[in-house]
């Protein structure tokens, strides 16, 4: 099974930097995504990492190190409309599945 | 990207009808599409896996018989709520990869998703 951990909340200022971490336990990996979810709303895709590293994406960027089952997303120049859940989702290997973690809920403040 | 539609985007229902939940690829084709449920100030849970010209997998817990799936075509699977109770309100969300040239590509894809109330 797939045990995936992400703080639940998380509050910073607008213009400022936030990084939401996510620890996995998994039966297998094949790659790990990031979404944001406005309430009320289906989630959108913001990042894919399957190798080590970093991958940036103009204000957001995501890393992972699959040795230590972690990788964050890093949220940068903070703005009002980046107030969401962010969720850490990994996908399993020989299928397509992905479990996704509890969610983070990001609050930006002016 | 690859746009992906549900419909109807809420619909309320008296306890003991069915409710009929469609998701559709609008630009590409899929042969596997995922139904996620998500309760308020949770995470999406896996209910199902929906395989086009075959049989829907369940993920543990998830009555196939109460929630039944049809992939009748390479864009659309149909997710039908039987018997809905109070219990079953939540928010349903389905998604899906595109296939391009054969090749499943690497991001999933979610519907804007279906919000059920039953009363």
């Known amino acids: 099974g797939q045990n995936i951990d992400q703080p639940t909340e998380m509050t910073a200022t607008e213009g400022a930097i936030v990084q939401i971490n996510c620890t996995y336990q998994?039966?297998?990996?094949?790659?790990l995504f990031w979404y944001q979810q406005h309430a009320g709303e289906a989630p959108t895709f913001l990042s894919y990492n399957v190798l080590d590293g970093l991958e940036e994406k103009g204000r957001f960027s995501s890393f992972l190190s699959r040795s230590k089952g972690y990788s964050y997303l890093l949220l940068k120049e903070l703005q009002m409309k980046d107030s969401a859940s962010y969720l850490c989702?990994?996908?399993?290997?020989?299928?397509?599945?992905?479990?996704f973690g509890a969610g983070t809920t990001v609050t930006v403040r002016a | 990207g690859a746009v992906v539609s549900q419909h109807p985007s809420w619909v309320i229902c008296k306890s003991g009808t069915s409710v009929k939940i469609e998701c559709r690829s609008l630009?590409?084709?899929?042969?596997?599409m995922f139904w996620y449920r998500q309760f308020p100030k949770q995470s999406l849970m896996l209910m199902a896996t929906s395989n086009e010209g075959s049989k829907a997998t369940y993920e543990q817990g998830v009555e196939k018989d109460k929630f039944l799936i049809n992939h009748a075509s390479l864009t659309l699977s149909t997710l039908t709520v039987t018997s809905a109770h109070p219990e079953d309100s939540s928010f349903y969300i389905c998604?899906?990869?595109?296939?391009?040239?054969?090749?499943?590509?690497?991001?999933?894809?979610f519907g804007p998703g279906t919000r059920l109330l039953v009363l």
């Open positions: 998994t039966s297998g990996f094949n790659g």
């Open positions: 998604s899906a990869y595109p296939v391009t040239s054969g090749r499943v590509e690497e991001t999933q894809y």
């Open positions: 989702a990994v996908r399993g290997v020989n299928d397509y599945k992905l479990s």
């Open positions: 630009d590409f084709q899929a042969t596997t």
